[in-house]
């Protein structure tokens, strides 16, 4: 059974930091590449990252870059999402999923493509 299970999420103040990881189970995890959503209240969903497992690409939405990286533990099968200078922009429930697709700019038909999902975590930004 394939399961992605997020966890990490917290309140934070402005500036700070905070770590989501995406522990995943069920599929060969060198083959996948792991993206992250998020949802903001009122909003729609929003393709922030990914990371492919088996060449190293990487996107990161332009809102996220240079504060947000992705890393991958192959041996724990395990995704990260470091997330630096949070804003109260970026508080939403933030969601990993897998697909044996490459990593590229998440369009509808990307994340179409993204057939496994985790529950998502919830990320709150307040001073």
């Known amino acids: 059974e394939v399961q992605l299970v997020e966890s990490g999420g917290d309140s934070v103040q402005p500036g700070g930091s905070l770590r989501l990881s995406c522990t995943t189970s069920?599929?060969?995890?060198?083959?996948?590449?792991i993206g992250w959503f998020r949802q903001a209240p009122g909003k729609e969903r929003q393709g922030i990252s990914c990371l492919s497992n088996s060449d190293g690409t990487t996107y990161y939405e332009e809102s996220v870059k240079g504060r947000f990286t992705m890393s991958s533990d192959n041996v724990k099968n395990t995704a990260y999402l470091h997330m630096n200078n949070l804003t109260v922009e970026d508080t939403a429930i933030y969601t990993c999923a897998a697909t044996p697709v490459g990593c590229y700019y998440p369009s509808d038909y990307v994340i179409s493509l993204y057939s496994s999902w985790g529950q998502g975590t919830q990320v709150t930004v307040a001073s």
């Open positions: 069920g599929f060969k995890f060198d083959d996948y590449t």
